[in-house]
């Protein structure tokens, strides 16, 4: 397939001899592929004829023995609870609700920073082009992540309760704090939306339905109109939560959200592991799109209703969310918990679906499905590379089969987003990785050292 793209001048970058898992209906998988790009798009997209000469380019790449897919979109992350790997992940409960470990309001800008661009870095790597991610210092991470040649979309936390006191068990709303963390989300906006050659993003990150206020929900559905753009938040994701939101709104939290006018197509909600069947038909009949966690959910023993929320409607994307980025290790686990659920081996849960999930779904998620998600001729340039020249890799029968069931993050050689190589060689191209590394460890012990001080 071809554009009508001026052969004559070279073109910017133009690979050969992968294996393409285009994602693109029409094209499908491609044996031995030729892409073609220049000025950030794929200008050219088929089989390679060996007979057909390569077109000039600024840069030509034989990649025999690796698999191409689209960029990774990460719908749901939070980059700075970098900070907190290999711990929380025994504790029970996220951070933000458990004394004794380092929590959002207590980071300082500097340490957002460091934090930010290692679990950024981390996601590049492992072939993650696009993150959502939401905290805190957003105004700051933003622009220091995207400096790493991926796409970003962020938001500070957004929430009226004070989180100072929510791990003592105390959940007060107050109104500034709603008022401040909003207006710093519509500045963010006005400030980084498009910026870095159109990488720069932001979304509401309404945090929970229990940290949200009846009262701000409204506004920040309002406030989604106005500007135009999406909304995200966690949903369900305890049943501490359920409870809070029953006692003081006298229904769920799904109920919540549909009546403030949030559920829907232009909102994705994180986890959604303690809905009862009238929240999935209502997740469902409304588009919601759904972040899957499963390996995070996983790890604290619970499992999304995923094949009834994807049979109701929902649209399923995949997010790695805490203390890890590898997408290709949360693809597995979508898989082999849908199967859980299932309880054996049938079409609804095949190596396919959760590819989609990593690409396009995520692109629908966040309305970007018309530019990502897919190796199609006219799209931006957002490819990983695999190299399968590796012994858990070969023999190399099932491409798809192989990248779900047995590749890693690891195997990644080369992430290419918006058209410009930012890994090579498994190698960070925008970043000192061993400076990077020594900031984000002097901010965790910094931030371990005064929470452990509190206890």
């Not at 790597?125 to 962020?154: C, E, Q, W």
Request: with cysteine; proline share 4%; charged share 20%.
């Amino acid at each position: 397939m071809k554009s009508t793209f001026d052969a004559r001048h070279p073109a910017d970058l133009v690979i050969h001899g992968a294996r393409a898992l285009t994602m693109d209906e029409t094209l499908g998988e491609i044996a031995n592929a030729r892409l073609v790009i220049h000025q950030g798009r794929l200008v050219e997209i088929g089989p390679n004829d060996p007979a057909q000469p390569l077109m000039p380019a600024r840069r030509t790449l034989n990649l025999t023995g690796r698999v191409i897919t689209p960029g990774f979109i990460n719908v749901h992350t939070h980059t700075i609870l970098s900070m907190v790997r290999g711990v929380a992940e025994d504790m029970g409960f996220a951070p933000a609700y458990t004394p004794g470990v380092p929590h959002g309001h207590e980071v300082s800008e500097e340490e957002a920073v460091a934090l930010a661009r290692l679990g950024a870095a981390e996601a590049l790597l492992f072939g993650s082009t696009l993150i959502n991610d939401s905290y805190v210092h957003a105004d700051l991470t933003l622009p220091a992540m995207g400096k790493l040649g991926m796409r970003v979309i962020t938001c500070g936390r957004i929430h009226d309760v004070d989180f100072s006191r929510v791990h003592e068990g105390i959940w007060q709303h107050r109104d500034a704090i709603g008022e401040r963390t909003l207006n710093e989300a519509i500045a963010l906006h006005e400030r980084w939306q498009g910026k870095l050659d159109g990488r720069l993003g932001v979304e509401l990150a309404a945090h929970a339905p229990d940290t949200c206020s009846r009262d701000l929900l409204t506004r920040v559905a309002a406030t989604r109109d106005a500007l135009g753009i999406h909304v995200n938040g966690h949903l369900s994701q305890s049943l501490k939560e359920n409870r809070r939101v029953f006692e003081r709104d006298g229904m769920t939290p799904s109920e919540l959200l549909e009546d403030v006018g949030l559920l829907g197509p232009r909102f994705t909600a994180a986890h959604c592991m303690y809905v009862s069947d009238s929240d999935i038909e209502r997740i469902g009949r409304t588009g919601t799109n759904i972040a899957h966690i499963p390996r995070g959910n996983a790890t604290g023993g619970r499992i999304a209703p995923t094949t009834r929320l994807r049979a109701a409607g929902a649209n399923l994307a995949l997010g790695t969310d805490n203390m890890h980025g590898d997408m290709v290790e949360v693809m597995r686990w979508a898989l082999i918990m849908g199967r859980v659920q299932e309880s054996e081996i049938n079409d609804s849960w095949q190596p396919h679906h959760v590819l989609e999930m990593a690409t396009l779904g995520g692109a629908k998620a966040l309305g970007l499905d018309a530019e990502l998600g897919s190796l199609s001729l006219g799209k931006r340039a957002d490819l990983v590379v695999f190299d399968f020249r590796r012994p858990h890799l070969v023999p190399l029968i099932n491409a798809l089969g192989n990248l779900v069931h047995t590749a890693q993050g690891r195997d990644v050689e080369m992430v290419v987003c918006n058209g410009q190589v930012v890994v090579d060689g498994g190698e960070l191209c925008f970043a000192d990785t061993s400076a990077l590394l020594t900031d984000a460890q002097r901010a965790a012990e910094a931030l371990w050292t005064r929470a452990r001080a509190q206890v």
